[in-house]
């Protein structure tokens, strides 16, 4: 049987990656989380010392650096930078803050989508990110904008957060979220927005079994 590609897109807390793990175990696809790609080149450049503010500093640098996800078929998903693992490291508060300003950067995502191009040519990936239905695969079979209110977003990296051990406050997550959305959808070069052709989905009021049952009976209908 053909495997899809299926792109999800939304706005940071809004249970992509949760969804899109789910979904490929369901489906017997791979996941593949392009923020963990991101996320990984930011910490390379805050562990170099790298300008932030230095395009071409950055671009340099995502050129030089050699991120992997290793795919496994519904099983958890491990990111490696130069060789070594990064699963946990890209996960802290400050690789967070960062990411947006090293994410919007033309050249390290030019770097980035490559990748992931190359990763979904076989098909099978549910995908998640910000641009992969309107930039990285503009021709995926599916593809679903995945939202939720900020009180609720915020709410859930809250507990998130708070699970793995760390100390943060549920108002300062808020506007920490607030702002990468506005950086997120406001950055020049394939900012956060709905594909035209994407199936709207606020799991505002929804758990996640909820939604990934709507999603996978979407694509079981084959779209309709
Ligand atoms: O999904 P996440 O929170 O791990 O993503 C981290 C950051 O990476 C997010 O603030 C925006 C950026 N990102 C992006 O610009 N494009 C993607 N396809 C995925 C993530």
Same mark, same amino acid.
């Given at each position: 049987?053909?495997?899809?590609?299926?792109?999800?897109?939304?706005?940071?807390?809004?249970?992509?990656?949760?969804?899109?793990?789910?979904?490929?175990?369901?489906?017997?696809?791979?996941?593949?989380?392009?923020?963990?790609?991101?996320?990984? @080149?930011? *910490?390379?450049?805050?562990?170099?010392?790298? $300008?932030?503010?230095? %395009?071409?500093?950055?671009? #340099?640098?995502? /050129?030089?650096?050699?991120?992997?996800?290793?795919?496994?078929?519904?099983?958890?998903?491990? @990111?490696? *930078?130069?060789?070594?693992?990064?699963?946990? $490291?890209?996960?802290? %508060?400050?690789?967070?803050? #960062?990411?947006? /300003?090293?994410?919007?950067?033309?050249?390290?995502?030019?770097?980035?989508?490559?990748?992931?191009?190359?990763?979904?040519?076989?098909?099978?990936?549910?995908?998640?990110?910000?641009?992969?239905?309107?930039?990285?695969?503009?021709?995926?079979?599916?593809?679903?904008?995945?939202?939720?209110?900020?009180?609720?977003?915020?709410?859930?990296?809250?507990?998130?957060?708070?699970?793995?051990?760390?100390?943060?406050?549920?108002?300062?997550?808020?506007?920490?979220?607030?702002?990468?959305?506005?950086?997120?959808?406001?950055?020049?070069?394939?900012?956060?927005?709905?594909?035209?052709?994407?199936?709207?989905?606020?799991?505002?009021?929804?758990?996640?079994?909820?939604?990934?049952?709507?999603?996978?009976?979407?694509?079981?209908?084959?779209?309709?």
């Amino acid at each position: 049987m053909k495997k899809f590609n299926i792109a999800i897109d939304g706005p940071a807390g809004a249970g992509k990656s949760t969804i899109a793990k789910l979904l490929a175990g369901r489906l017997g696809y791979v996941y593949v989380d392009t923020g963990a790609m991101y996320r990984a @080149v930011t *910490l390379k450049a805050l562990r170099e010392q790298v $300008d932030l503010n230095n %395009p071409a500093a950055l671009t #340099n640098l995502a /050129q030089n650096t050699s991120v992997y996800l290793d795919l496994d078929p519904g099983g958890s998903q491990r @990111v490696f *930078l130069d060789g070594q693992e990064v699963t946990l $490291d890209i996960r802290t %508060p400050m690789v967070s803050r #960062n990411v947006s /300003q090293v994410s919007a950067v033309p050249g390290v995502r030019r770097e980035m989508v490559r990748l992931q191009q190359q990763m979904a040519q076989n098909g099978g990936v549910v995908m998640d990110g910000r641009d992969i239905g309107t930039y990285v695969l503009p021709g995926a079979d599916f593809k679903f904008f995945l939202t939720a209110s900020i009180d609720e977003r915020a709410r859930r990296r809250y507990f998130e957060l708070k699970d793995k051990g760390y100390a943060v406050k549920l108002e300062q997550l808020k506007e920490e979220i607030a702002q990468r959305d506005r950086m997120d959808a406001g950055r020049e070069f394939a900012p956060l927005v709905q594909a035209q052709d994407a199936v709207l989905i606020d799991s505002s009021t929804l758990n996640i079994d909820q939604v990934v049952a709507a999603i996978l009976a979407y694509v079981r209908r084959g779209g309709q």
